[in-house]
Each structure stands twice: as C-alpha cells, then as structure tokens.
C-alpha cells in the first residue's frame, strides 16, 4: 500500500511505500527534509479519475501499455499559477543598445568622419611617402579631433602579375 501526502513546505503531493513510513527524506522539489507519515494518519481516498482521464490513460486492462510517468504523483499534480500584480511599471529587461555611430554624431556640432589612408596610394615612383601623408592630415585635423587611428591589413589583386598583394593602411576617425 502506498502513502499519499503534501511536502509542508512546498505542497508538493509525494507517494511512498507504507513501509518507508517514519523515514526521513529530502522533498525532491524543495529538497527540505521530511518525515514519511504512517498510512493511517494521512492517507486519502483515491479520487475516481474522470472519463476523460480513463480514456487519456491505458491501463494493463483496457491492453494499452501503462506509463509510469503518467500514474505517478506528479502527473496528478494541480498547478496554481498566479500572475505578480505590481503598483509600479516592472524595470525593463532589455535595455535599449548604444546609438549609431551615424545618429551619435548627428547629435554633437561636430560630425564625425573616416578617413581611410593606404600604402599603396602613396607610393609615388618607389618611394614610399605613407608616413610623411599620414602625418599632413593628422597636423591637419589636428590632437583634439582625432577619435581613434586604427591600422588596418588588406589584400588586393595586382593586375600586372595577376597575384594577390597583401598591404597595410590606417583608418583614422575624426570630428571635422
């Protein structure tokens, strides 16, 4: 025979063996320790399962095949679900992302802008002018204006050798 009852600290409704009755255990959804009460005390009569239910669960009897899980205690579980009223409006879980780059520059009396600075567009008849061209514009712009200089690697296609050139740049953000 089997002992039906609540966990006194979740309500959760557990099955034992009579036998057990007196053991304590850890209630497998709060984990709290409980006592197994003897059979006679708080034991309750098996309700009669409606028709629906006879018809949703097989039984050895009707030749369906009995599953466990649905006989067991948790299946027969009654869930109550209550909907938190609050006074207040909830804080926001998803925060709203960072403006553009575009829209934050839009904002200031300043725009931002990119300039893009590669090796290959300054050599002049093998010489190579990339750092004297760099320095003009960033005299140009000016310390108080630049945001960031950011090298920069890129590949391109030769058309005299026909042969992929791996090459170097800067992209440098500034307000102007």
Do not use: W
């Not at 089997?2 to 006194?8: A, G």
């Not at 879980?93 to 904002?107: D, H, S, T, W």
């Not at 630049?146 to 791996?166: E, G, M, N, R």
């Amino acid at each position: 025979m089997d002992v039906i009852f609540t966990c006194p600290f979740c309500g959760q409704e557990l099955e034992a063996d009579a036998s057990a009755a007196g053991t304590e255990i850890n209630c497998p959804t709060c984990g709290k320790p409980i006592v197994i009460p003897a059979p006679e005390s708080t034991t309750r009569p098996p309700t009669q399962p409606t028709q629906t239910e006879q018809r949703k669960t097989p039984t050895p009897a009707t030749g369906g095949v009995v599953n466990p899980i649905a006989v067991s205690a948790a299946a027969r579980e009654e869930k109550h679900f209550q909907v938190p009223i609050r006074e207040k409006p909830s804080e926001s879980l998803i925060n709203k992302p960072p403006k553009p780059l575009e829209f934050a520059a839009k904002e200031t009396d300043k725009k931002l802008r990119v300039k893009t600075i590669r090796r290959i567009d300054c050599v002049e008849v093998g010489h190579d002018r990339f750092d004297e061209r760099v320095t003009e514009f960033l005299q140009r712009v000016g310390e108080n204006n630049i945001v960031s200089i950011t090298p920069i690697t890129y590949t391109y296609l030769d058309i005299a050798t026909q042969k992929l050139i791996t090459d170097f740049g800067v992209m440098i953000v500034y307000r102007g």
